[in-house]
């Protein structure tokens, strides 16, 4: 089966440039999740879609970052304004319903803000 | 709060040898634990989980995983490392007390080995 896609898979702004990040699940998979990498670090969940409803976005900086789920298929994550510290690794994964099913997980997109 | 230590950056190993990735967790009431890879350039990939049952876990690329709740650990283990094992290994909990599956993850340990 094919995998979770995301695109653009490399992207450099500058601080105070918007961006969009772009992910397509597998298909037939209900929860789309986002997260941030950090170099160094392990992911942080940002936000978790069930179908196209938030379940958790408690970690989502909602004054700049903003994510949506049209049609509980594909999901896109937007920064605007983005700043320095936003420079990461954004992924996304999803997993069929149920809160312990495995996560599969997408290539990334790196984010360089310059 | 739940929390995930894996207390070595890195761990370096020969070809042919045992390997061991140390992880210990915090949470309230029984855990849900996992291990992912992450290859260069790659996302990450799933090697197991623990869920309940028998604390010995069998994972991809013969993988296993001990869960041993007295010590809070969940060690990722190989009886023989091959080089291409070599990678940047993550473990995450889920609590109980989670009902919207999030997965909180470790730091994690990178391995390498040397042929």
């Known amino acids: 089966e094919a995998g979770v896609a995301q695109s653009p898979r490399y992207k450099i702004i500058e601080k105070r440039q918007s961006v969009a990040f772009w992910c397509n699940p597998i298909s037939g998979h209900a929860t789309l999740y986002w997260y941030q990498q950090i170099l160094g670090q392990g992911p942080k969940l940002l936000i978790q879609f069930q179908n196209n409803g938030v379940v958790d976005d408690s970690q989502l900086p909602k004054d700049r970052f903003s994510a949506e789920r049209l049609k509980g298929v594909d999901s896109t994550l937007k920064i605007q304004p983005a700043k320095l510290e936003d420079s990461a690794v954004y992924l996304c994964?999803?997993?069929?319903?149920?809160?312990?099913?495995?996560?599969?997980f997408g290539p990334g997109t790196r984010l360089t803000v310059l | 709060a739940q929390s995930v230590a894996q207390p070595e950056d890195q761990v370096n190993v020969a070809e042919g040898n045992p390997l061991t990735v140390k992880c210990t967790y915090s949470v309230s009431g029984n855990p849900y634990l996992f291990w992912y890879v992450q290859y260069p350039n790659r996302g990450l990939q799933f090697l197991l989980k623990?869920?309940?049952?028998?604390?010995l876990v069998k994972g991809s690329y013969g993988f296993e995983a001990e869960f041993n709740k007295s010590q809070t650990s969940f060690h990722l283990k190989k009886p023989s490392a091959l080089v291409s094992d070599s990678a940047l290994y993550f473990c995450a909990v889920i609590g109980l007390s989670s009902n919207t599956g999030k997965l909180i993850f470790g730091q994690g340990t990178t391995l390498q080995v040397k042929p």
């Open positions: 623990y869920i309940t049952g028998d604390n």
């Open positions: 994964a999803s997993s069929s319903a149920g809160p312990y099913n495995e996560q599969f």
